[in-house]
């Protein structure tokens, strides 16, 4: 399988199975029609009057050497397909600090921090039970992660900072090594705050949406008045603090921006060098949800924010983009490729009553109830259903050239949905895909910027 795509004057071919990636020129691009087969009868009676034979007979051998190398349509063997190996363990937990938050986002999936429940803080004992199932659970993992999440975790800081401690002890009984991030609001962040977070955790997500006025639609206090002002300065004085590294500025865009763009290079004038500006996820109901018929205001955004990575780093003021930073040389293996996150397999979320869920989207939705912290309990029937979806147990994606990219798309959007966690998200495969094709063609870009 392959897929070529045209984008900002360079033309591409990406080798589904193999990864390889090719610009090409026009005589490729149309001869890429006559594949895999390429005959040559067909070729020559239908593109003898604008190649010469001679020509056509130089690209189509072209393309079979790189068949035959395995970097152009490239057989896929079911077979062959990887699988999860052993004993299934969790390696990472999204630990719900706080179920409250003090703002109050319109768009908020989490029910602005309630998650549709009682409002709550994680008290010490749940959380180093946590800490502990994690690490009971864990089998040969060395290096595992804890995301201190909320609502806004922050609210809840000197819990979050025993339990850090308590990791710390749990390292040295148990020989694992805790990686620690938190995501914030920021609304809470202080020097004291602020110098603990750059010692203690290596990640930290700091929520801003873009321009003053964007940010302030959505993202409001509790009292109803925009949080930008309260916020930015804070953000900022974190990235350069981190000396812009091991952090992202998350944003959200939605109806109400489809120029997102514009608020993607807003953060980049602040001074943010690590940049991840997301589209909501919601419901037709909602007047801010996107839809189909908003995805060529939003592809164009996509474009026009990828020449403009170009232009900025060809200025010497570059930035990285969450979704256009795609490794072409490795990446994750072939299992993480295509198992995806490892949501309810690898991962799991803790809320402040110890109720464990696949991941953070899933917290209050009963059937995916996965058992508690606090006396032991777990599906291992429901991790194993999410352990056997992958890319190969999703139709729609088994037809995909983006699938070993996307990993077959969050889980718990298919099942918001369509009720059902092999059954993709259908807006945001769309979304994916015009992303990578964005991705591909900048990394093509400035390779070609390179070679002059």
Known sequence: MIHKFELSGVRLVLDVHSGAVHIIDE??????DYGPEFTWETIKNELNAKYEIQVLKE???ELRALMEAEMLYTPWNQEDKPVMLGEPVIKAMCLHAAHDCNLRCSYCFASTGDFKGERGLLDLETGIRALEFLVKNSGHRRNLEVDFFGGEPMMNFPVVKQLVQYGRELEKKYNKQFRFTITTNGLLLDDEALEYINKEFVNVVISLDGRPEVHDKLRITRSGTGSYEHIAPKAVKLAESRNQKDYYVRGTFT????????????LADLGFKQISVEPVVA?????????TEDLPEINESYERLMRACLVRKNEGKGFNFFHFMVDLKQGPCAAKRSAGCGAGSEYIAVTPKGDIYPCHQFVGDDEFKMGSVLDGSFDDDLQNTFRSSNIFTKEKCSSCWARFYCSGGCAANAQHFSGNINEPYELGCEMEKKRLECALALKALEFLGSEK
Do not use: A, T
């Open 255 to 266: 109806k109400y921006n489809k120029d997102f763009d514009k608020d993607v290079l807003h």
């Open 283 to 291: 419901s037709d109901e909602e007047e801010y949800h996107l839809s």
């Open 27 to 32: 005589l490729i691009w149309d001869l890429l």
């Open 59 to 61: 690209g189509v051998s």
